[in-house]
């Protein structure tokens, strides 16, 4: 079975987690007609090979989360982490940066 590939960093804003399926660490990709590129370089999104369980627990403490890959991306669509529609493809791989901001209690 396929594996995720995880890694996980501090930064000032909170822990910050990359989910990456495995076989997309190490390459990048094009949309020429967009101008876009999606560069996933081993040295940041390299980690440790972890399975679903392991990723959404990882999901649940970050205040950042980076998905790559369609394995990553539906595993935070189907935990209600992110919606459809704000998924972006860069030849043809999906991406997206998930937020996750406090709530003060009041709108």
């Known amino acids: 079975m396929p594996m995720l590939m995880l890694a996980a960093y501090d930064s000032p804003y ?3 987690v990359l989910i990456t399926d ?3 660490v190490g390459k990048s990709y094009y949309d020429q ?3 876009l590129a999606l560069m996933i370089p ?3 999104h390299g980690g ?3 399975g679903e369980e392991e990723a959404v627990e ?3 403490s970050a205040s950042i989360i980076v ?3 369609e394995r990553s991306v539906n595993l935070a669509v189907r935990e209600g982490y992110l919606h459809p529609a704000s998924i ?5 791989v999906p991406h997206a940066h998930i937020y996750k901001i406090p709530s003060q209690g009041r709108l």
């Open 14 to 16: 909170g822990r910050m």
């Open 33 to 35: 007609e967009r101008r």
């Open 42 to 44: 081993e040295n940041i």
């Open 58 to 60: 990882a999901m649940k």
């Open 67 to 69: 998905v790559t890959g």
């Open 22 to 24: 495995e076989e997309l």
């Open 88 to 92: 972006l493809r860069v030849g043809g």
């Open 48 to 50: 440790d090979l972890v």
